[in-house]
């Protein structure tokens, strides 16, 4: 029998079978397992886990893409609650607690890091793979569903049911945004009833905020704007310049940050300045002290296209607060702030670069293709997973610090899915020595006072509900 890194593991089995025969009935029927903390302050929206008061709301694992996303189906990649409390310092996360809150399948998609869930007020967001059929009796393998469960489980809503399963997505308190192509594209429950399940989208209105967008759209969880490359068309379309445009979540205060005379001065003609007329490339965004810093790449075109770097700016004073990280075009980056700079990929290792530095890297932090996953600006400490150690690493990235390396534990990540979730310094994550189950641990403390079958310390906890097909092979 392989061995379990677990807590207490617990099993739903008479109860999904009796909830499958109510489905009939309605199809979105769930006995209430009691509401959750509404008004408590909310840790961690969007990624694997988020916190809301004494609650837990969790993927409960990684199953892939299962065909049957049945109401009441579900367990593992379903979401759960589970009660959190604080001992000597430490989360204990009490598995007798764990139900099953969604018993619906949470989409999975290896080519986006963002989404997951999110929890605003009496109710958690999600997205779910649609298998409705068609006339033919052919089930969809594209359609997905926005879809909303109040905390106790007890009533569910269909939001809105989208043609694509590979978007990026944000929820909002009262929108979901989400991508397509080239269109920026909402959608407002804010008219939505609240007192029943609702299986049709019935009040909630949808549209495109933007439209002609080249590239990432850069937002963050609770920041209200949302930033964009826009395509130049009409007239300009000819010219080789796009522009940097941001955009509130609601719709208002539509700003153009960056366009083709940005960075020419006064009397200078863009076509005698070629060399100051840009195409952008956003990269990445920071939100510190309430001021969006944008990260981006940018070229000109002078006969044939040139690189240009790197760079950082302040979107409200975007000229005057450029600066530039790097000579090379970066897209593989993790801000530190506008002063500090940011963590970068470049040639497989991982730098440091900052607003005074000289050419093109500060300080070697890492080898070996490292990805970050937590940034701790408080000690100078980056968190990481690389090709060359199995689980997670750390080291810090202060300049006078020496050049160091920690394994804080040795359990391989699954890693092609969402970015590594962390609540405080609590790393939530699948084990894939564990069959994809999740576990976390607190990478500033990371030894529990809990032991394996052999008496060996755990570094990590499992938490969550086993498949009832995984407990018949353990009981076997």
Not at 267 to 280: A, I, R
Request: negative net charge.
């Amino acid at each position: 029998m392989k061995k379990k890194i677990a807590i207490i593991s617990a099993v739903l089995v008479v109860t999904l079978a009796l909830t499958a025969l109510l489905v009939a009935c309605n199809s979105y029927k769930w006995d209430s397992i009691g509401m959750g903390d509404g008004r408590a302050e909310v840790e961690s929206n969007g990624g694997y886990a988020v916190k809301q008061g004494k609650y837990i709301y969790y993927i409960n694992g990684f199953d892939g893409s299962d065909a049957d996303n049945t109401w009441g189906v579900p367990v593992k990649q379903a979401i759960l609650r589970s009660e959190v409390k604080e001992e000597g310092g430490k989360w204990v996360i009490d598995n007798k607690t764990t139900k099953v809150v969604v018993p619906k399948t949470v989409l999975y998609n290896s080519s986006v890091t963002d989404g997951g869930i999110a929890v605003f007020g009496d109710w958690i967001y999600y997205l779910t793979p649609n298998y409705d059929k068609d006339k033919n009796g052919v089930a969809s393998t594209t359609k997905a569903d926005f879809m909303r469960t109040r905390t106790d489980g007890a009533l569910t809503q269909k939001i809105k049911t989208i043609d694509s399963r590979d978007v990026r997505y944000l929820f909002t308190p009262t929108r979901i945004l989400y991508v397509t192509g080239t269109t920026l594209n909402y959608v407002d429950f804010s008219g939505m009833k609240t007192n029943k399940s609702i299986d049709n989208g019935k009040g909630a209105t949808s549209g495109v905020l933007a439209e002609n967008i080249s590239g990432n759209v850069l937002w963050k969880m609770g920041h209200d704007t949302v930033y964009y490359v826009k395509t130049v068309t009409g007239a300009n379309a000819y010219k080789n310049y796009n522009e940097i445009c941001s955009i509130k979540i609601d719709g208002s205060d539509e700003k153009v940050i960056a366009t083709e005379g940005t960075f020419l001065d006064e009397g200078e003609k863009p076509e005698d300045k070629v060399q100051k007329v840009f195409t952008y490339t956003l990269v990445d965004l920071l939100v510190e002290n309430g001021e969006a810093v944008l990260y981006y790449t940018k070229s000109h075109t002078e006969g044939e296209t040139k690189t240009d770097g790197s760079f950082c700016s302040k979107a409200s004073s975007f000229r005057a607060s450029e600066y530039s990280l790097s000579t090379t075009a970066v897209t593989s980056l993790w801000p530190i702030g506008y002063e500090k700079g940011a963590l970068v990929s470049i040639n497989s290792n991982l730098y440091m670069i900052k607003k005074d530095a000289v050419g093109i890297k500060d300080k070697l932090i890492v080898k070996g293709t490292p990805s970050v996953c937590y940034i701790d600006e408080g000690t100078s400490t980056v968190y990481y997973t690389t090709s060359s150690v199995t689980g997670l690493a750390s080291c810090s990235f202060d300049l006078d610090a020496p050049d160091n390396q920690s394994i804080i534990f040795g359990e391989a990540i699954k890693t092609d899915w969402l970015k590594l979730d962390f609540i405080g310094s609590n790393l939530f994550f699948f084990a894939t020595d564990d069959d994809n189950y999740m576990h976390f641990i607190d990478v500033k403390s990371p030894i529990y006072q809990l032991k394996d079958e052999d008496g060996e310390d755990l570094k990590t906890a499992y938490v969550g509900l086993e498949r009832e097909e995984d407990s018949e092979e353990e009981a076997a």
